[in-house]
């Protein structure tokens, strides 16, 4: 498919910069150092300046903001170029998904009380669905997904292969779950009587609000009691371990091979970038950011909407004064330095 890039603006509610040609259409998308004459691209970091500066697209996606001295391509200006540029995609190539088909496949296992509309939703080959489960309208069970007895899932979710779904797990509306992940499972939970660990029956179930995304082979255990819950709009990356009982507030990101220990909460809109680790009981304000390989060992109380609170180091602390504390050890050697210096003039002297 094609579309031309005249056309293109007008959908995007672009600002046109640099002339528009007038034959001149898109059929696919690239980097932009590796777009050709018929390629989208967009600009949104001073970091590939040079890139735009040599780049051959059809046209490049910049901000409303954007105010470089570039002349040889048609530039559309948008709020988003990212976001634009992913509109772009879907018009060019649809949602990116496969059709799916609708109904129950022949390999499928589903309980006779299963409730749901078999004309409007899509059980893959070897899927299995528990007894006294409930799956909403147009949501798609993946081949091979196994859900246990008492699930809810809600309208327009898509569950992809092999993801494992525990008893009474309850899954918001819009809610997309990525292959291998597993919901449910029990939490780390083991008490020494003084000869062995003996293991602790966790009672409870995992909750997962509307249109929330969790990556591939992320595991969140249910609760000892009650629920561990995952909450609006969170997006969660690949393998990250989510411990029982721990609750995410609404929008937060959570990067790969982030761990939440057991029983901690998160507030809206927190970030943990790659490999954070949250120690057990833990509580993290909103509006938190925890720099890559953050450990968090006491409760950080957090930002607001004009003010986010950046958080790094192990033990976690506010991101200037782990920076500052960073750089004192590598003043060591200078100061040994210094010091045989000032010891060796004392020398002198006696």
Known sequence: MQIEIRELAERLAAEPINPLPADGVISSLAALSDAGPEDLSFFHHRRYLDDLKGTRAG????????????????????????????????????????????????????????AFDPANTSIGAHAVVGAGSIIGDASVIGEGVSIGCGARIGNECHIYPNTTLYDRTVIGERVIIHS?????????????????????????????????????????????????????????????????????????????????????RLGDHVT????????????????????????????????NPQKPAFYSGFPAGPVERIRKEMVYPRKVPDLLRRLRVIEGKLAEQE
């Open 180 to 264: 291998g992940a597993v919901l449910g499972a029990d939490g780390f939970g083991f008490e020494f009587d003084g000869e062995v660990h003996r293991k602790i029956t966790h009672f409870g179930f995992v909750q997962i609000d509307d249109d929330v995304e969790i990556g591939a082979n992320t595991t969140i255990d249910r609760g000892r009691f009650g629920r561990t819950r995952v909450g609006e709009g969170t997006k969660i990356d690949n393998l990250v371990q989510i411990g029982h009982n721990v609750t995410i507030g609404k929008c937060c990101i959570i990067v790969a091979d982030s761990a939440i220990a057991g029983s901690s």
């Open 59 to 114: 046209a490049v996606l910049v901000a409303r903001d954007f105010n470089e001295d570039v002349s040889h391509v048609p530039l559309l200006k948008v709020d988003s170029p990212s976001l634009a540029f992913d509109a772009a995609a879907r018009e060019l190539f649809g949602t990116g998904t496969v059709e799916i088909t609708q109904g129950v496949h022949a390999t499928a296992v589903v309980a006779d009380d299963v």
């Open 272 to 303: 943990l970038a790659a490999q954070v680790g949250v120690a057990g009981h833990i509580e993290i304000g909103s509006f938190s950011v925890l720099i890559a390989r953050t450990g968090v060992t006491k409760n950080l109380p957090g930002g």
